[in-house]
């Protein structure tokens, strides 16, 4: 099992910035495949957001590319979603996301709230 734990959600006005963390523990052995971010918007079904693979390939949803940045240690099991130049349409649900041995895991989400 593995467990997922995402923090540094909040409240941030436009043009603003803030940075998610997720830390993943639990019984893991081997290395996981891929950490990412995911978001949902009321009423929209969930989206890819950014992923990263344990040899630093990134992967960005059109919508965050340049103002986005996913970084990760693996040593630390820790993935981290740097969002700058905030608008009101990235206010969503984030969600942690790792794959390890075939399943994927979920963290909790954190809310990202972004004012006019």
């Known amino acids: 099992q593995v467990q997922l734990v995402e923090s540094g959600g909040g409240l941030v006005q436009a043009g603003g910035s803030l940075r998610l963390s997720c830390t993943a523990s639990?019984?893991?052995?081997?290395?996981?495949?891929?950490m990412g971010w995911y978001r949902q918007a009321p009423g929209k079904q969930r989206e890819l957001v950014a992923t990263?693979?344990?040899?630093?390939?990134?992967n960005y949803a059109d919508s965050v590319k340049g103002r986005f940045t996913i970084s990760g240690d693996n040593a630390k099991k820790t993935v981290n979603l740097q969002i700058d130049n905030v608008n009101p349409e990235d206010t969503a649900v984030y969600f942690c996301?790792?794959?390890?041995?075939?399943?994927?895991?979920w963290g909790q989400g954190t809310q990202v709230t972004v004012s006019s």
């Open positions: 996301n790792a794959v390890y041995i075939g399943r994927a895991y």
């Open positions: 990263i693979t344990p040899g630093g390939i990134r």
């Open positions: 639990g019984s893991i052995f081997r290395p996981i495949v891929i």
